[in-house]
């Protein structure tokens, strides 16, 4: 990745008003963020493992309703900033609908970065309960894609 590549980055974050941008891609791992707590760094994937001490980052977290009816459900979270499609080209039908059987395995949806579209997997076992993203629009690292029971 060189240095064109980031400002196109720092370009769509700031088009899109996404205070956190996340990649790997080939054992190189970039993360951005906005604001002075913390720096932005570039780190080579081997020699930083992720690992998430204390309370989640409120940029990234997104209100639950009412914890009776969801605290049986799994969220299936996006693993990336870009955009979210739930279809493979805008005339075709949703990876999943609500309803819908899911593996770990099964491809939920898309997410565009950087002109890359990268299939999301479930990675959870069960039932489409909600979708909660919008299709078409901006997804931050951590949101929150869909539901499943």
Sequence with gaps: MDLKDIKAIIDLMRKNDLSVFEMEKDGFRLKLQKGIEQ???????????????????PSVTHPVSAPAETSHLRDIVSPMVGTFYRAGS????????????????????????????????????????????????????GQVLYRVR
């Design 39 to 57: 720096p932005t760094s570039v780190v080579p994937a081997q020699t930083a493992p992720t690992v998430q001490n204390g309370p989640p980052n």
């Design 90 to 141: 805008p005339d075709a039908p949703p990876f999943v609908d609500v309803g819908k059987e899911v593996t770990e395995e099964t491809v939920v949806c898309i997410i565009e970065a950087m002109k890359v579209m990268n299939e999301i997997k479930a990675e959870t076992k069960g039932v489409i309960a909600e979708v909660v993203a919008e299709n078409g629009k901006p997804v931050q690292f």
